[in-house]
């Protein structure tokens, strides 16, 4: 198996101290899902803002330098070639619609997990 280069490993971790408002608050949401969901997850020379191993669903949000972007439909094909679920959120929706996107977030965990009862801890 092959190591995490320990640049992309390094940057992970500065990103996770460094989260944007937005990162933050889903976080919150999400750190309590089950199956879990980790912060900035390295896969191949990507690092993904969230991400569940066990249901391989990589969650990106997206401020407005991102519109259009080319490297993030790369990003996307790649992963969705290596069998990930990618979910792109504006961070302007977590800001302004938190409850929707953790909603969506459920749904597609839901799909596409084995876990018997994905949810959020008081929500069934």
Known sequence: ????PPEL????RALRFN????????WQQLRQIRPRLTRQLVVSHYILDFAC???KLAIELDGGQHAGSGP??????????RGWIV?????????????????????????????P????PGRG
Do not use: K
Not at 9 to 12: D, Q
Not at 72 to 81: H, I, N, P, S
């Open 1 to 4: 198996m092959q190591r995490t």
């Open 9 to 12: 490993t390094s940057n992970a």
């Open 19 to 26: 989260a944007t408002d937005a990162e933050h608050r889903l």
């Open 53 to 55: 191993r066990t249901c």
């Open 72 to 81: 993030d439909t790369v990003r996307t094909a790649y992963l969705e070639d």
């Open 87 to 115: 979910l792109r959120f504006w961070n302007h929706d977590v800001l302004e619609n938190i409850e929707g996107v953790v909603e969506t977030i459920l749904a597609t965990v839901s799909r596409a997990s084995t876990h």
């Open 117 to 120: 009862n994905p949810s959020l």
